[in-house]
């Protein structure tokens, strides 16, 4: 419930930003396509982009589309590692956005990328805890506890990587319920109410809005993931694609990310 | 044979046949023995095959009396509780994962008083994923038993009655001997169906190694980290489920024709 209603909010709140900076990020944009390619954008722009980035991008997207009226861009969201293995079985994509350098790796080793990788943000883990605490939960050491209910992200997708470093650099032993299959399932178990605490993103607790805690931990500063972008060496709509990669590093780009808990790079 | 028939029939074989040889084909059969021997394999086959078998247990014991409810009875709205509980069949597994959490989850319609009373808490457990696999499976068995049922001979039955039998001495020594095929049928497809399960049980039972970890949620996972053991875990349940199907269809399924799965 309280999902459906989060997710009928975020496009009213990604109009109202667009108002509020519609301005300067609209001169942004087109600035950005001028200097890169010359000439207005048309077509559709693919982009693949971990889970985490869902409200950042959905909003660049929208801007990207104001500046250009005959741009359609479409998201693909899902874990790293998910889309990682999508492209290599030959996923038709523009740009490609991951939570780690790990997942890039395994895109840049089959040789799919445009250019080099950049690093453009960064993000840190956080405890998520239902609305209230129930299961008193202080710090990381929690997850040590046998007797609470405790959600990760399986150790193959980026958040789950980061929280066996931040684990294995703590000396815990943790003792997870499940590990979920990326970041969001692992705070819907914590929206439902139905874990006493997940080790998810900054980003996400702050995403979640009120029914979800947040409980920053000092270790988490110790591991913190990159996120790389690149264009796809196969995009059907280059342009567009580095369009949407300058907008992302752009002044523009790096407010939004800041403004939804993001690092700088 | 017409023409018009034949062309679509061996596109329909093509269609269904090729996947699974690619699998076979594709399968990375230099490295398949040192995959296979990873302790997680068989920790989640054995998960995989106890669930299953406990999850078609349930459905047996419950929905055998339901299949006879539904096929003999004459109570009212009988149609919509045929309707009501073949729902599962139809409803994309994971709105049935999300369900099962509003009812039996931690703070569930049901599960609140259980864990705030009882301590007790069913996500995340084995429980929970033969629960979820009960859920979604059992209306594949009842469906087939209540075929099955409708198809038998009533007029045994009427003539144990009247040989001084009563409904329930009827039921055990006329009525499920008759339709043990269907029942076995029944029982087939539904733990096959228990065994792939995937979507209420990801989101019911969430993943954990050795708990709640079964071969198709580890199959999803390895995909996005080494895609040929997913492969050869794709392989393995292949290879489960034709075995099932070879074995018992020798057993039980060949007998009797018109007895085995509705049409």
Same mark, same amino acid.
């Given at each position: 419930?309280?999902?459906?209603?989060?997710?009928?909010?975020?496009?009213?709140?990604?109009?109202?930003?667009?108002?509020?900076?519609?301005?300067?990020?609209?001169?942004?944009?087109? @600035?950005?396509?001028?200097?890169?390619?010359? +000439? !207005?954008?048309?077509? /559709? &722009?693919? $982009?693949? *982009? %971990?889970?985490?980035?869902?409200?950042?991008?959905?909003?660049?997207?929208?801007?990207?589309?104001?500046?250009?009226?005959?741009?359609?861009?479409?998201?693909?969201?899902?874990?790293?590692?998910?889309?990682?293995?999508?492209?290599?079985?030959?996923?038709?994509?523009?740009?490609?956005?991951?939570?780690?350098?790990?997942?890039?790796?395994?895109?840049?080793?089959?040789?799919?990328?445009?250019?080099?990788?950049?690093?453009?943000?960064?993000?840190?883990?956080?405890?998520?805890?239902?609305?209230?605490?129930?299961? @008193?939960?202080?710090?990381?050491?929690?997850? +040590? !506890?046998?007797?609470? /209910? &405790?959600? $990760?992200? *399986? %150790?193959?997708?980026?958040?789950?990587?980061?929280?066996?470093?931040?684990?294995?650099?703590?000396?815990?032993?943790?003792?997870?319920?499940?590990?979920?299959?990326?970041?969001?399932?692992?705070?819907?178990?914590?929206?439902?109410?139905?874990?006493?605490?997940?080790?998810?993103?900054?980003?996400?607790?702050?995403?979640?809005?009120?029914?979800?805690?947040?409980?920053?931990?000092?270790?988490?500063?110790?591991?913190?993931?990159?996120?790389?972008?690149?264009?796809?060496?196969?995009?059907?709509?280059?342009?567009?694609?580095?369009?949407?990669?300058?907008?992302?590093?752009?002044?523009?780009?790096? &407010?939004?990310?800041?403004? %939804?808990?993001?690092?700088?790079? | 044979?017409?023409?018009?028939?034949?062309?679509?029939?061996?596109?329909?074989?093509?269609?269904?046949?090729?996947?699974?040889?690619?699998?076979?084909?594709?399968?990375?059969?230099?490295?398949?023995?040192?995959?296979?021997?990873?302790?997680?394999?068989?920790?989640?086959?054995?998960?995989?095959?106890?669930?299953?078998?406990?999850?078609?247990?349930?459905?047996?014991?419950?929905?055998?009396?339901?299949?006879?409810?539904?096929?003999?009875?004459?109570?009212?709205?009988?149609?919509?509780?045929?309707?009501?509980?073949?729902?599962?069949?139809?409803?994309?597994?994971?709105?049935?994962?999300?369900?099962?959490?509003?009812?039996?989850?931690?703070?569930?319609?049901?599960?609140?008083?259980?864990?705030?009373?009882?301590?007790?808490?069913?996500?995340?457990?084995?429980?929970?994923?033969?629960?979820?696999?009960?859920?979604?499976?059992?209306?594949?068995?009842?469906?087939?038993?209540?075929?099955?049922?409708?198809?038998?001979?009533?007029?045994?039955?009427?003539?144990?009655?009247?040989?001084?039998?009563?409904?329930?001495?009827?039921?055990?020594?006329?009525?499920?001997?008759?339709?043990?095929?269907?029942?076995?049928?029944?029982?087939?497809?539904?733990?096959?169906?228990?065994?792939?399960?995937?979507?209420?049980?990801?989101?019911?039972?969430?993943?954990?190694?050795?708990?709640?970890?079964?071969?198709?949620?580890?199959?999803?996972?390895?995909?996005?980290?080494?895609?040929?053991?997913?492969?050869?875990?794709?392989?393995?349940?292949?290879?489960?489920?034709?075995?099932?199907?070879?074995?018992?269809?020798?057993?039980?399924?060949?007998?009797?024709?018109?007895?085995?799965?509705?049409?």
């Amino acid at each position: 419930m309280r999902r459906t209603r989060a997710l009928l909010v975020l496009p009213v709140v990604a109009t109202v930003g667009l108002t509020a900076c519609g301005g300067s990020a609209s001169d942004t944009a087109a @600035g950005t396509a001028s200097s890169s390619a010359g +000439g !207005d954008l048309s077509g /559709t &722009l693919t $982009v693949f *982009a %971990a889970a985490s980035l869902t409200g950042v991008f959905g909003n660049l997207g929208d801007q990207l589309m104001a500046a250009h009226p005959g741009l359609g861009v479409r998201f693909n969201f899902a874990g790293s590692s998910a889309l990682a293995t999508q492209l290599t079985q030959g996923a038709p994509a523009d740009v490609f956005a991951s939570a780690n350098e790990e997942q890039m790796t395994v895109v840049t080793d089959a040789g799919l990328q445009a250019g080099d990788p950049a690093v453009f943000t960064g993000n840190v883990l956080e405890i998520a805890v239902p609305e209230g605490n129930p299961g @008193g939960v202080t710090g990381l050491a929690d997850f +040590g !506890d046998a007797d609470l /209910t &405790l959600a $990760v992200c *399986a %150790a193959d997708v980026p958040c789950g990587a980061a929280a066996a470093a931040v684990f294995a650099d703590a000396g815990i032993t943790a003792q997870p319920d499940t590990e979920e299959e990326d970041v969001k399932a692992a705070l819907t178990k914590v929206q439902l109410g139905e874990v006493d605490a997940a080790l998810v993103y900054a980003t996400d607790v702050r995403a979640a809005g009120s029914d979800v805690e947040g409980v920053p931990f000092p270790e988490a500063e110790q591991e913190v993931n990159d996120y790389p972008i690149c264009v796809l060496e196969a995009a059907p709509n280059a342009e567009a694609a580095q369009a949407f990669v300058d907008l992302v590093e752009s002044d523009a780009g790096r &407010l939004a990310l800041a403004d %939804a808990g993001f690092r700088a790079p | 044979m017409p023409l018009p028939l034949l062309l679509p029939a061996l596109l329909a074989v093509a269609f269904l046949v090729l996947p699974l040889l690619g699998l076979v084909v594709r399968a990375p059969w230099s490295t398949i023995g040192p995959q296979l021997a990873q302790p997680e394999v068989g920790q989640a086959l054995r998960l995989s095959l106890l669930s299953a078998t406990l999850a078609t247990g349930v459905s047996l014991v419950l929905g055998v009396p339901l299949a006879w409810v539904l096929a003999r009875s004459r109570i009212r709205g009988r149609s919509v509780l045929r309707a009501l509980v073949t729902v599962p069949l139809v409803l994309p597994p994971v709105v049935g994962g999300v369900a099962l959490f509003l009812v039996i989850g931690r703070t569930g319609i049901l599960g609140r008083p259980l864990y705030e009373h009882l301590g007790v808490t069913v996500p995340f457990t084995t429980t929970a994923v033969v629960i979820a696999e009960t859920f979604v499976a059992m209306p594949f068995l009842v469906i087939s038993v209540e075929g099955a049922l409708r198809a038998a001979d009533a007029r045994f039955e009427d003539a144990a009655a009247t040989l001084g039998a009563d409904r329930w001495t009827t039921f055990r020594r006329v009525t499920l001997p008759l339709v043990a095929p269907g029942i076995a049928a029944g029982a087939v497809l539904c733990w096959a169906r228990a065994l792939g399960e995937f979507g209420a049980t990801i989101t019911f039972a969430g993943n954990f190694p050795g708990t709640t970890q079964t071969m198709p949620l580890a199959v999803y996972l390895a995909l996005q980290r080494d895609p040929e053991a997913a492969i050869v875990l794709s392989l393995v349940l292949l290879a489960v489920s034709l075995a099932t199907l070879l074995l018992l269809r020798d057993r039980w399924l060949g007998r009797g024709p018109g007895q085995g799965v509705p049409a």
